[in-house]
């Protein structure tokens, strides 16, 4: 507990450092300062490279053991990317924390020096810890995983993809 209360303090003390010397940067910064708040760490960290990136507090235990896992798999996790600007939507869960990118070059695109596991394996292990891999989408954006499901899977009865197949299936019986 003291030592959650101290990184606590410590982030509030570099927020004002921050917003004494560099006006400008404390605004950078200031979209961050929410994920801390609720137990004093938002941060997931690769135990084999030490690439760091923060997201929402309440979600950095179940990224965090994703990370762990992926790396048990065999993968190293050379950059991630958390918190971002922006307004959190279905569409965009980085600005609220809830997203993580692992070795993205761009969407659905990742380092291949990183070793993730294949897009079934690596939605398996997400969604042991109650993640969803952007690889399952229609629009796949593998290495991206979240808390939730803004979309259903490509190929799911949900999904978009299925609902259009159905209706011209049945428009055309």
């Known amino acids: 507990m003291k030592v959650k209360s101290l990184m606590a303090a410590l982030a509030v003390v570099y927020m004002l450092v921050v917003a004494l010397a560099h006006p400008a940067e404390a605004k950078r ?6 994920a801390f708040e609720a137990n004093g760490s938002g941060i997931v960290i690769s135990k084999k490279t030490g690439a760091k990136a923060h997201v929402g507090a309440s979600h950095a235990a179940a990224f965090q053991a994703y990370i762990d896992d992926l790396e048990a798999h065999g993968a190293a ?18 600005p609220c924390g809830k997203a ?27 969604a042991q810890h109650g993640l969803f891999e952007g690889g399952q989408w229609c629009h796949s954006d593998y290495g991206h995983a979240q808390v939730g499901e803004s979309a259903a ?9 299925a609902r259009r197949r159905h209706h011209l299936k049945v428009a055309n019986q």
């Open 153 to 161: 899977a490509c190929g799911s009865s949900n999904s978009l993809a």
């Open 29 to 34: 910064h200031h979209h961050r300062s929410a």
């Open 77 to 94: 996790v050379r950059f991630m990317g958390g918190i971002r600007r922006g307004k959190c939507w279905s569409g965009g869960m980085h």
């Open 100 to 126: 993580l990118d692992v070795c993205q070059l761009s969407r659905g695109r990742v380092d291949g020096r990183c070793h993730l596991p294949g897009r079934q394996a690596i939605a398996s292990i997400a």
